[in-house]
């Protein structure tokens, strides 16, 4: 947007000692583009896109809000990131070997500042906004997950003795043992989960308390994580002006855990596995363009 860079330098000439700042990305499919300019914002028509624009809100508003807040940011997305360029050059600048090049820049500066006793800030800024264009077939937005996967565990391993390391703070006593057990290995665990659920089921072996205990923990806490999302989303920035776009989202945090989630686990576990296969690169990206949707 094109008071982004006037908002995301704000952390920079509040504390001298920031060295990076992120900002939000958001979803430009299905909103009227003019002229290189977001005019009018809504949700895609497509079912496939509509979820990403909920994952993407849980991701921002919630997720790195909450880890800017403990002063332990691990990621800003490659998408809209500003660094001290001084400081990143110092520290070796991106790496050219690992698909999560981001995330890694992002590790390194902690573990550079650090290590080196550098008094330092890494920021996210929730209101700068930068658009981006989501996958709207399973096949692409497949390759993208596995991407992500194999990125984010790329850098955590490449990293690892950060991993509850007390000379790295809250980043090796926290926000790197979230990442690495639950985020790193979290799909491989719910896939585990649901397998070993329904094979509990299927001999006998689950009482009614635990089958509804289970799915309680399985779909209601995820629910429950979009429905906030969304409503951080309406009481904050309310960037979907149109009512039917905002009870969109509060429906679609309901129907995400109901298929669109246990697919996007799968495409992560994926992402693994392809790590362990030793593959590299980015695979085909395909992009429509931003076509104006109808009226």
């Not at 390194?108 to 890494?122: F, S, T, V």
């Not at 700068?128 to 937005?141: G, I, N």
């Not at 089958?211 to 979009?226: K, N, Q, R, T």
Request: with cysteine; net charge positive; aromatic share 12%.
């Amino acid at each position: 947007e094109r008071d982004a860079l006037t908002r995301i330098v704000r952390p920079f000439l509040e504390d001298t000692t920031t060295i990076a700042a992120g900002g939000i990305i958001r979803i430009v499919n299905g909103c009227r583009v003019e002229a290189g300019t977001v005019t009018e914002v809504r949700l895609p028509t497509g079912w496939l896109a509509r979820f990403q624009v909920l994952e993407y809100l849980r991701a921002f508003l919630a997720g790195r809000m909450g880890w800017s807040a403990l002063d332990a940011t691990l990621i800003i997305s490659g998408a809209f990131g500003l660094f001290k360029r001084p400081l990143v050059v110092e520290a070796g600048g991106y790496a050219t070997d690992t698909v999560g090049e981001d995330m890694e820049l992002v590790v390194r500066l902690h573990r550079h500042c650090r290590e080196r006793g550098i008094p330092y800030r890494i920021e996210f800024v929730p209101d700068p906004v930068a658009w981006t264009e989501c996958p709207e077939s399973f096949r692409v937005l497949g390759r993208q997950r596995d991407r992500w996967q194999r990125g984010l565990t790329e850098v955590l391993l490449r990293h690892r003795q950060m991993l509850l390391n007390p000379r790295y703070g809250v980043i090796g006593m926290l926000a790197y043992p979230y990442f690495f057990f639950l985020e790193m290995f979290g799909a491989a665990i719910e896939v585990a989960g649901y397998a070993v659920f329904i094979l509990a089921v299927v001999l006998g072996r689950a009482s009614g308390p635990y089958v509804v205990a289970f799915l309680l923990v399985a779909v209601a806490l995820g629910i429950a994580l979009s429905v906030a999302a969304v409503g951080l989303e309406e009481l904050t920035f309310r960037r979907y002006p149109r009512m039917k776009d905002l009870l969109a989202l509060f429906g679609l945090a309901v129907l995400e855990g109901f298929g669109y989630r246990q697919l996007a686990t799968l495409w992560r576990v994926r992402g693994l596995v392809s790590v362990l296969r030793g593959k590299k690169g980015w695979g085909e990206m395909t992009r429509k363009g931003f076509a104006a949707p109808a009226s």
